[in-house]
């Protein structure tokens, strides 16, 4: 667990409340490496164990199966440069920690994970969003794309599961498709086309045509950058309306 006054009593000394978000970072990555990673909250897990047999690059993880570093807010506690890899499939975060006998890895409790980032990739729990709406069919994380007055933009990253044969063993393969989804005037709203944006903002209909005509390239090289683009624009016209 974390040891809350002695924890204070560091960053107290170190006039914590005077620092940047870097500088906090710092001090708690600092904090656990003195009581050892393995110490803390983030052993509150299941031992994991791959379920699938892939073949090639064909995998269920988020960008790749490999550990990246990345930093989690679990049972309150921010935990920074931690090895981490993202399922996608079955919304699940897997970490590896490091004890006197090597490395395993962690499947941490869904339920206890408020928010983590992979590669400068931001993801919040499933009941953040739904407290933003009222509904129970959303399921797993979703990566934040953007956040504004008005606007947030958040995208789910889906993989869904084939079972496959070739001439000498059965595998799994995993089939990616994604989802973006608006959270304006407390609604939670799936985007899959210029027409859905429309019905959404009627009034800004030849601000939306005229914004597509203008960004095509974009939009067919980066459509992730196409939409964060489009929310701030949309966002500052719905500031003067």
Do not use: C
Request: aromatic content about 18%; overall charge positive.
């Amino acid at each position: 667990m974390k040891y809350f006054a002695l924890l204070s009593i560091f960053l107290n000394s170190f006039n914590f409340y005077a620092q940047n978000e870097s500088s906090i970072s710092t001090y708690y990555k600092w904090f656990d490496s003195i009581i050892d990673i393995s110490n803390t909250n983030l052993l509150n897990g299941i031992e994991f164990k791959e379920k699938y047999r892939t073949i090639e690059d064909n995998n269920q993880y988020f960008l790749t199966k490999q550990f990246l570093p990345g930093y989690v807010v679990y049972d309150g506690q921010p935990y920074y440069d931690i090895p981490m890899k993202y399922d996608i499939h079955s919304h699940e975060l897997i970490i590896k920690l490091t004890n006197k006998n090597g490395y395993f890895a962690i499947q941490l409790l869904k339920e206890h994970i408020e928010s983590f980032q992979i590669d400068n990739h931001r993801f919040i729990n499933k009941s953040q969003l739904v407290s933003m709406a009222t509904s129970d069919s959303y399921k797993g994380f979703y990566e934040v794309l953007s956040r504004n007055q008005n606007l947030s933009l958040f995208k789910k990253h889906i993989k869904n599961i084939q079972q496959r044969r070739n001439d000498r063993f059965a595998y799994s393969a995993f089939i990616y498709k994604n989802e973006f989804l608006i959270h304006y005037k407390d609604k939670i709203s799936s985007i899959n086309s210029k027409k859905n944006l429309i019905q959404l903002f009627p009034e800004q209909k030849k601000a939306i045509n005229a914004f597509y005509k203008k960004n095509r390239v974009l939009m067919r090289f980066n459509y992730d950058k196409f939409l964060v683009n489009l929310m701030g624009y949309l966002n500052n016209l719905l500031k003067t309306t």
